[in-house]
């Protein structure tokens, strides 16, 4: 896809289409993509940049945050672990220093493959209900 045009419409698509695991494992894959640019242009020593790309990983841990559904026990668990994680963003962005975003990218990587190993369970476990034969309801 040579138009950036058509390529914003593919992303987009794949947002308002993804089931609710999908889109979870997106949110971290960004999540981790911006901390890992931050990381690099904090390296480069550009200021501008770094900032830019931790604000949208703050933004997505704020997304995170907001989304949870609080009816569940481990629901306010996991708010306070993103609240933490978004706090060492932040700290990351005003000491222009890689310690915390360095947690930070531990953490949401260790997240992100539990998320993934969680939703792989319940697909299959959907199959099985269905009969097994490879139907997902």
Not at 72 to 98: I, T
């Amino acid at each position: 896809m040579s138009n950036p045009y058509q390529f914003q419409q593919y992303q987009q698509q794949q947002v308002f289409t993804a089931p609710p695991d999908k889109l979870l494992l997106m949110l971290f894959d960004g999540a981790i993509r911006f901390c890992k640019l931050a990381k690099k242009a904090l390296a480069n020593n550009n200021i501008e940049e770094s900032h830019r790309y931790l604000t949208k990983a703050e933004d997505i841990l704020v997304e995170l945050m907001t989304s949870l559904n609080m009816d569940y026990e481990f629901s306010s668990n996991l708010y306070s672990l993103y609240d933490y994680l978004y706090r060492q963003l932040v700290e990351a962005n005003l000491k222009k220093d890689e310690a915390p975003l360095d947690e930070v990218l531990e953490f949401l990587t260790e997240l992100r493959q539990t998320w993934a190993e969680v939703a792989a369970k319940a697909r299959e476990s959907r199959k099985i209900v269905v009969g097994g034969g490879g139907l997902e309801g």
